[in-house]
Protein backbone atom coordinates (compact mmCIF):
# COMPACT_ATOMS: atom_id res chain seq x y z
CA UNK A 1 0.00 0.00 0.00
CA UNK A 2 0.90 3.69 -0.40
CA UNK A 3 2.50 5.51 2.49
CA UNK A 4 -0.57 7.65 2.71
CA UNK A 5 -2.70 4.71 3.16
CA UNK A 6 -0.46 3.31 6.50
CA UNK A 7 -0.28 7.15 7.55
CA UNK A 8 -3.77 7.66 7.35
CA UNK A 9 -4.26 4.04 9.54
CA UNK A 10 -1.87 5.95 12.27
CA UNK A 11 -4.15 8.74 12.48
CA UNK A 12 -6.92 7.07 13.03
CA UNK A 13 -5.95 4.93 15.39
CA UNK A 14 -4.49 7.32 17.79
CA UNK A 15 -8.17 9.40 17.54
CA UNK A 16 -9.49 6.47 18.22
CA UNK A 17 -7.78 5.87 21.08
CA UNK A 18 -7.60 9.06 22.06
CA UNK A 19 -11.78 8.51 22.23
CA UNK A 20 -11.19 5.44 24.31
CA UNK A 21 -13.18 3.47 21.38
CA UNK A 22 -12.44 0.33 20.11
CA UNK A 23 -11.87 -1.19 16.85
CA UNK A 24 -14.50 -3.31 17.41
CA UNK A 25 -17.03 0.30 18.79
CA UNK A 26 -15.49 1.83 14.95
CA UNK A 27 -16.86 -0.76 13.34
CA UNK A 28 -20.07 -1.40 14.82
CA UNK A 29 -20.92 2.39 14.16
CA UNK A 30 -19.83 2.18 10.82
CA UNK A 31 -22.09 -0.79 10.10
CA UNK A 32 -18.84 -2.68 8.69
CA UNK A 33 -16.70 -5.91 9.88
CA UNK A 34 -13.96 -5.39 12.81
CA UNK A 35 -11.79 -7.18 9.99
CA UNK A 36 -12.74 -4.39 7.38
CA UNK A 37 -11.60 -1.61 10.03
CA UNK A 38 -8.54 -3.12 10.96
CA UNK A 39 -7.35 -3.26 7.79
CA UNK A 40 -7.93 0.19 7.21
CA UNK A 41 -5.87 1.31 10.76
CA UNK A 42 -3.55 -1.25 9.38
CA UNK A 43 -2.99 0.66 6.42
CA UNK A 44 -3.94 -2.75 4.28
CA UNK A 45 -7.17 -1.47 2.30
CA UNK A 46 -7.91 2.05 1.18
CA UNK A 47 -10.69 4.22 2.55
CA UNK A 48 -12.51 5.78 0.23
CA UNK A 49 -13.95 9.43 0.25
CA UNK A 50 -16.79 8.71 1.41
CA UNK A 51 -15.15 6.31 4.31
CA UNK A 52 -12.73 8.86 4.95
CA UNK A 53 -15.83 11.57 6.00
CA UNK A 54 -17.77 8.80 7.96
CA UNK A 55 -14.37 7.78 10.24
CA UNK A 56 -13.46 12.02 10.56
CA UNK A 57 -17.16 12.31 11.86
CA UNK A 58 -17.57 9.92 14.14
CA UNK A 59 -13.60 10.39 15.54
CA UNK A 60 -14.41 14.72 15.23
CA UNK A 61 -11.58 15.86 13.17
CA UNK A 62 -11.45 17.61 10.48
CA UNK A 63 -10.00 15.52 6.97
CA UNK A 64 -8.37 18.11 6.37
CA UNK A 65 -6.26 17.86 9.21
CA UNK A 66 -4.64 15.13 8.67
CA UNK A 67 -4.03 16.09 4.54
CA UNK A 68 -2.57 19.04 5.96
CA UNK A 69 -0.19 17.93 8.56
CA UNK A 70 0.51 15.07 5.59
CA UNK A 71 1.60 17.32 3.17
CA UNK A 72 3.60 19.56 5.55
CA UNK A 73 6.53 16.24 5.69
Not at 13 to 30: F, N, S, V
Request: proline residues 1%; positive net charge; without cysteine.
Amino acid sequence: MEQIVVDFGNFIKEKRLAKGLTQTDMAKLLNITQVAYGRYELGTRDAGLSMILRIANLLDFDPGEFFDSYRKK
